[in-house]
């Protein structure tokens, strides 16, 4: 069984650099009842990945509301995922599952129509996670975030039209990294069927 995990795992190594098109965003689609985002991030299992970035926004199609009295209730104030890396060592299944040990960028809606919170957002394999602080954003806004891993912990600069926040988690790096991305949730499904736009582009050693 070991062997099997390994050569689908090898089976997406890749040497290349991934990256969507240079000239535009990608749109990436989920429907209404569904977590994940199609197309999604794509998967190429790589070595000595060092972090990523990430450029996108979010239309204001894409707001719904958070509050208690909206379609989620507690639940729309969970942090959704624009996209990232998922890190994996061969030798611990505990993070086979992407999103498990993972540098993710968090979106969510804001209390106000066509108002997003954006964040950094660190799962670690042994369940926890972190995330914020959150950056306010407007439906149309481009952000960009680039996140780079050295040594145990991971620096998020998040860039908007309002300016920059840097944020740093604790993180370990492992062997692989595989894109992950968008996803929605939480634990729920996306109340409404909507889109975001990105290009992600891993960084390598």
């Known amino acids: 069984?070991?062997?099997?995990?390994?050569?689908?795992?090898?089976?997406?190594?890749?040497?290349?650099?991934m990256t969507e098109p240079p000239d535009r965003l990608i749109p990436h689609l989920v429907r209404a009842g569904a977590h994940d985002y199609s197309p999604g991030h794509g998967f190429s299992l790589t070595?000595?990945?060092?972090?990523?970035?990430?450029?996108?926004?979010?239309?204001?199609?894409?707001?719904?509301?958070?509050?208690d009295e909206g379609p989620l209730g507690r639940d729309g104030k969970d942090w959704n995922k624009v996209g990232g890396i998922s890190y994996l060592s061969l030798w611990r299944p505990g993070t086979y599952p992407k999103n498990r040990h993972a540098v993710l960028v968090g979106m969510r809606p804001g209390l106000t129509p066509g108002d997003f919170e954006v964040c950094a957002y660190t799962n670690?394999?042994?369940g926890s996670w972190e995330a914020g602080p959150s950056v306010a954003i407007t439906a149309g806004d481009t952000v960009h975030v680039e996140a780079r891993i050295e040594q145990d912990q991971v620096t998020y600069l998040l860039t908007t039209a309002s300016g920059s926040q840097t944020t740093v988690h604790r993180f370990e790096p492992l062997t692989y990294a595989v894109p992950v991305g968008p996803w929605f949730g939480g634990n729920r499904e996306s109340p409404i069927s909507h889109q975001v736009h990105t290009r992600l582009v891993l960084l390598r050693e």
């Open 1 to 17: 069984m070991a062997t099997a995990l390994v050569a689908t795992f090898l089976s997406g190594l890749s040497a290349q650099r």
């Open 124 to 126: 670690a394999a042994d």
């Open 47 to 67: 070595r000595g990945v060092v972090g990523f970035e990430l450029t996108f926004f979010l239309p204001e199609s894409a707001w719904f509301d958070p509050s």
